[in-house]
């Protein structure tokens, strides 16, 4: 077994989904809570390798204890929000639970953060279950992707300009 890889758990470990509480916020699409290019300082990627599994269901800590991409560079953030816009599809009544393998986090000029945070293709027809979240309730909903969400962001994590960063890092600039 590789050195990457973690030990396998009980499937009650496993089966702890992360749930974000409660509906959707209704009308609310999912491109809406993408920020424009202009609006973001940086934007950071936390991306759970596939044969990686936790011994319990993992945070957005343990997400970012595991390290992050980052990136201020104006033309990697819009390639970003690009690779968002083109996978993010607003709820279709059938997102409610997922567990937490992965997550974006768009830092903006006025200080707030966007989170999308969301699991693996797991789900029926191989989707993709997550939680949009801009800090404000009234506006924070589940989306689904198709799995070409998980390859498009590992391209942009492997650009030139993007930079790895520790576990450490990552948690002390949430």
Same mark, same amino acid.
């Given at each position: ?54 011994? @319990? ?22 390639a970003l929000l690009d690779v968002l @816009? ?20 768009? @830092? ?67």
């Open positions: 077994m590789p050195i990457h890889r973690t030990w396998r758990v009980g499937s009650a470990a496993i089966a702890l989904a992360f749930n974000a509480g409660a509906a959707s916020a209704q009308g609310v699409d999912v491109a809406k809570l993408i920020p424009d290019a202009a609006e973001v300082v940086s934007a950071r990627i936390a991306l759970t390798p596939s044969g990686v599994f936790y011994r @319990k269901a993992p945070t957005e800590t343990t997400l970012l204890a595991s390290g992050c991409h980052v990136s201020e560079d104006p033309g990697r953030i819009a @816009k083109s996978n993010l599809q607003s709820d279709d009544g059938d997102v409610t639970r997922f567990v937490l393998r992965n997550g974006v986090f768009l @830092k903006l000029r006025n200080g707030a953060t966007v989170r999308f945070t969301f699991g693996g293709a797991e789900h029926r027809n191989n989707r993709i279950h997550g939680w949009a979240d801009n800090g404000k309730p009234s506006d924070s909903m589940y989306f689904f992707s198709q799995a070409g969400l998980l390859p498009a962001l590992e391209r942009w994590a492997g650009h030139e300009l993007v930079e790895k960063k520790d576990g450490q890092w990552c948690l002390a600039n949430r």
